[in-house]
Each structure stands twice: as C-alpha cells, then as structure tokens.
C-alpha cells in the first residue's frame, strides 16, 4: 500500500488497519511499540490526558489510557514515516499531497465528503468525510515547504476524534 490508499483508507474508515479510536494505549502498543510520549506526559506522567504519543508521522492522542484521536501529520515537500504496521514495508514517503488529488481519491472510492467551515479561512481548508467524521486540514506551503506550486494546498493532517 503506499500513502494514498492509505489515507483514503482512513478518510473512509475512521481505522488505520487494527488501529481505532477507544483501543487501550496498551494494546496500541503491542502492535506498534513503545510510542514517543509528548513532553507533558513525561513531566506529569502517564495519567495526563489530551496528549499524543507518536510514532514518526502517526499520532495517537490518548484520554484515561484510550486512544480518543488518531492523526497522520505530513509537512509538503518533506517526506513521512510511519510504522510498518500502518503502512507495511514502510520507509519514507513522499509527503507532499494535493487536495485535488486526496479529494478525487475520495470521490473514486465513493467516500463523501463536505466543507469543514471551522477549520477553512484564509490560507486554509478542511474537509470532513461521511461517515467516519474523519477531518483532512490542507494549507497553503509555507516558505519552508519545498513544493511544485507554491499557489495550491497540501494536506498537513487527517485526524479522527472522538467526542
């Protein structure tokens, strides 16, 4: 599989192969080894909630020891890991993702999508996907950004919450 099946995967879903929203932080962790704790988790130690712990490009926020929100951050013109066992045989990835080409993905595997009005403004745009409520934020490169076009958006993130 390589990065946009799997974000179409996701976008559709809600579920990243066995990973989910509610899982245990634990049984995340046997599937993916032992996580990067945000520094507010090492300071204050494992019962703080709302933080992530990650695994290169993947994120898994965590509330009373569950997985309450689950992102795959990218920086356009970079490159993205993720552990093998979200995108199997992973290395790195090509990162730089437009939202024509997320947003025709999407369409082609029938998984709608609509207007994240909160999260579109200015230099920004976002999308949420039907059923899974499955949220991509695309934005304009910033001068880092080693891109194509500098006059069209990338995908930064997809995130799935829970409420």
């Known amino acids: 599989m390589t990065l946009l ?4 995967d996701f976008a559709t ?7 989910h ?4 932080l634990t049984e995340a962790e046997k599937l993916l ?6 520094p507010i988790i090492q300071m204050k130690g494992p019962d703080t ?16 020891h569950r997985v309450s929100g689950i992102w795959i951050r990218l920086w356009p013109g ?6 093998p066992l979200v995108l199997p045989e992973s290395g790195s990835y090509e990162a730089t993702v ?3 080409d997320l947003l025709a993905a999407l369409d082609a595997a029938g998984c709608r999508h ?6 579109t403004f200015d230099e920004q745009s976002s999308v949420y996907t039907r059923p899974a409520d499955v949220c991509a934020v695309f934005g304009m490169p910033g001068r880092d950004n080693r891109v194509p076009d500098r006059d069209r958006f990338y995908l930064e993130a997809l995130h799935k919450h829970t409420v």
Do not use: A, F, K, Q
């Open 49 to 64: 909630d709302g933080y992530p712990y990650v695994w290169g490009g993947l994120e898994l926020v965590v509330t009373r």
């Open 13 to 19: 879903t809600g579920r990243i192969g066995p990973l």
């Open 33 to 38: 080894g032992p996580g990067r704790p945000h």
């Open 21 to 24: 929203c509610g899982m245990p």
């Open 114 to 119: 609509e207007v994240n009005s909160i999260l």
């Open 78 to 83: 970079s490159t993205v890991v993720l552990p």
């Open 5 to 8: 099946p799997l974000l179409v």
């Open 98 to 100: 437009l939202r024509e």
